[in-house]
């Protein structure tokens, strides 16, 4: 990201983000509710439009060619606060959905991909069950392996585990932590500060639309270098 920004009608909601992740790189984003770390993440694989500066990814650039988008979309994952699983469709149903439609997958291979990827997360006895039936922990692991069923080379993580219940916080962190290591580019919005410590390359905290600090986890916690940063660290730690 180069110099992006972002206003909605007036409000300037990002304000000249530049942001350049390496391949396997993990991302943790911090700040205060409202700071535009959704926004910002959001405009990665354009759910948001950015106004002014550049977003290329793996080396496309995100215009208003649909095709474009459609490419960086395919290989960038999504998984939000609330899971967005289909309540009438079953695990293995919302799993193959965009395998068979969107990569036109045949059924069986596609079933197959969600098998392999239901096991990853530890659930494939939860195949033909419906997401309600499931709990907010298993609900958010299958929307991570649903985001894996379509082999992107980018996971964004947007507060994956605020909505959960704290025993359930644990099983989620654990399968994002395994992703990392077997080295996903991951940007994760999160203040599971634990997991930051434990698999981030960087840690970014933001305020008011910018990007106000961004260091090594290390450095991060233990010397920040920003007022508002280390305000921030008091309150959640
Ligand atoms: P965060 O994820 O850091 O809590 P957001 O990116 O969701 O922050 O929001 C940043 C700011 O932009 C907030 O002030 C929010 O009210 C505003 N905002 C978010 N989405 C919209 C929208 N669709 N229209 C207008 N304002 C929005
Ligand atoms: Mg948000």
Known sequence: MVGVNKWYGEFHVLRDINLKVERGEKLVICGPSGSGKSTMIRCINRLEEHQKGQIIVDGTELTNDLKKIDEIRRDVGMVFQHFNLFPHLTILENLTLAPIWVKKLPKKDAEEIAMHYLKRVKIPEQALKYPGQLSGGQQQRVAIARSLCMSPKI?????????????????????????????????????????????????????????????????????PQHERTKLFLSQIL
């Open 155 to 223: 996971m964004l993580f947007d507060e994956p585990t605020s909505a959960l219940d704290p025993e359930m916080v644990k099983e989620v962190l654990d399968t994002m932590v395994s992703l990392a290591e077997e080295g996903m580019t991951m940007l994760c919005v999160t203040h599971e500060m634990g997991f930051a410590r434990q698999v981030a390359d960087r840690v970014i905290f933001m305020d008011a639309g910018q990007i106000v600090e961004m260091n090594k986890p290390d450095a991060f916690f233990k010397n």
